[in-house]
C-alpha cells in the first residue's frame, strides 16, 4: 500500500464516520421541538422513533438510516477506493450512527446500518434473512429478535454459501458491534434478564 492509497483511504472512513453520524431521529424530534434523548430509551434509531415519535417518523428515520450506509458503500465502489478501506468504511458508518460527533457521541444500535450495508455487500442473501425477521418478530412480538434472528441468517448464510472471508469478518464484526452497543446502552437492565434468560424481557429492552 502506498501513501496515496493510505490517504485516500483515512479520507473515506472520516467521511463514513461523518455521514453515519447523522441523526434522522434528532433531527425530526427537533423540528417538533422535542429532544429524542429525553424519550424512551433515548436512541436515536428508528426503535425508539416508532415509540417516541410515531410510525410515519419511525418509517423515515429507519429509511435514512439504511439509505445513508448503502449510499456509503455504493460510493466507495464507484470510486474505486482500495479494497479495504469498503469494508473499514462500513465499520466507520456504523460507529458514526452509534456515536455520533453531532450530538455528544450518542446515537441509534446500528442495526438499520448493517441492513444498508449488507444490501449492498450481499443483496441476495440479505433478501434470503427476511423470513428470519418475520419468524423473530411472530415468535418474540420483538423489533430487537427479529433483527437479531435477520443478522444469525445473514452470519451463517455467508459461511454456508463460501462468500470470501472479508465479507464474512464484516458481518460477523458488525453484528457484535450492534449487540455490544445494545449492552452498554442498557447493561443494567439487560443483565439480570440475561442471566434469567429472560427472552422477551431481553427483546423488550432498549
Same mark, same amino acid.
Given at each position: 500500500?502506498?501513501?496515496? /492509497?493510505?490517504?485516500?483511504?483515512?479520507?473515506?472512513?472520516?467521511?463514513?464516520?461523518?455521514? *453515519?453520524?447523522?441523526?434522522?431521529?434528532?433531527?425530526?424530534?427537533?423540528?417538533?421541538?422535542?429532544?429524542?434523548?429525553?424519550? *424512551? !430509551?433515548?436512541?436515536?434509531?428508528?426503535?425508539?422513533?416508532?415509540? !417516541?415519535? *410515531?410510525?410515519?417518523?419511525?418509517?423515515?428515520? +429507519?429509511?435514512? /438510516?439504511?439509505?445513508?450506509?448503502?449510499?456509503?458503500?455504493?460510493?466507495?465502489?464507484?470510486? !474505486?477506493?482500495? /479494497?479495504?478501506?469498503?469494508?473499514?468504511?462500513?465499520?466507520?458508518?456504523?460507529?458514526?450512527?452509534?456515536?455520533?460527533?453531532?450530538?455528544?457521541?450518542?446515537?441509534?444500535?446500528?442495526?438499520?446500518?448493517?441492513?444498508?450495508?449488507?444490501?449492498?455487500?450481499? %443483496?441476495?442473501?440479505?433478501? #434470503?434473512?427476511? %423470513?428470519?425477521?418475520?419468524?423473530?418478530?411472530?415468535?418474540?412480538?420483538?423489533?430487537?429478535?427479529?433483527?437479531?434472528?435477520? +443478522?444469525? !441468517?445473514?452470519?451463517?448464510?455467508?459461511?454456508?454459501?463460501?462468500? %470470501?472471508?472479508?465479507?464474512?469478518?464484516?458481518?460477523?464484526? #458488525?453484528?457484535?458491534?450492534?449487540?455490544?452497543?445494545? #449492552?452498554?446502552?442498557?447493561?443494567?437492565?439487560?443483565?439480570?434478564?440475561?442471566?434469567?434468560?429472560?427472552?422477551?424481557?431481553? *427483546?423488550?429492552?432498549?
Amino acid at each position: 500500500m502506498d501513501l496515496n /492509497d493510505l490517504v485516500f483511504g483515512i479520507a473515506v472512513l472520516v467521511t463514513a464516520y461523518l455521514v *453515519g453520524a447523522i441523526p434522522p431521529g434528532h433531527i425530526l424530534a427537533r423540528r417538533t421541538g422535542r429532544d429524542i434523548s429525553t424519550m *424512551g !430509551s433515548g436512541n436515536v434509531g428508528a426503535l425508539n422513533a416508532l415509540r !417516541s415519535l *410515531g410510525k410515519r417518523a419511525a418509517a423515515v428515520v +429507519f429509511v435514512v /438510516d439504511v439509505g445513508k450506509a448503502s449510499l456509503v458503500m455504493l460510493v466507495v465502489i464507484a470510486i !474505486s477506493a482500495p /479494497d479495504w478501506s469498503m469494508y473499514a468504511a462500513a465499520v466507520a458508518t456504523m460507529l458514526g450512527h452509534n456515536f455520533s460527533v453531532y450530538i455528544g457521541f450518542r446515537g441509534g444500535k446500528g442495526a438499520a446500518v448493517m441492513t444498508g450495508v449488507s444490501l449492498v455487500v450481499l %443483496p441476495y442473501l440479505t433478501l #434470503l434473512s427476511v %423470513p428470519a425477521l418475520i419468524l423473530g418478530y411472530l415468535i418474540f412480538r420483538s423489533a430487537f429478535w427479529g433483527m437479531m434472528m435477520t +443478522f444469525i !441468517s445473514i452470519n451463517t448464510l455467508t459461511i454456508v454459501t463460501g462468500q %470470501p472471508l472479508a465479507e464474512i469478518v464484516l458481518c460477523l464484526a #458488525l453484528t457484535l458491534l450492534v449487540g455490544a452497543t445494545h #449492552l452498554l446502552r442498557a447493561f443494567e437492565m439487560l443483565w439480570p434478564a440475561i442471566k434469567t434468560l429472560d427472552f422477551h424481557r431481553i *427483546g423488550q429492552i432498549e
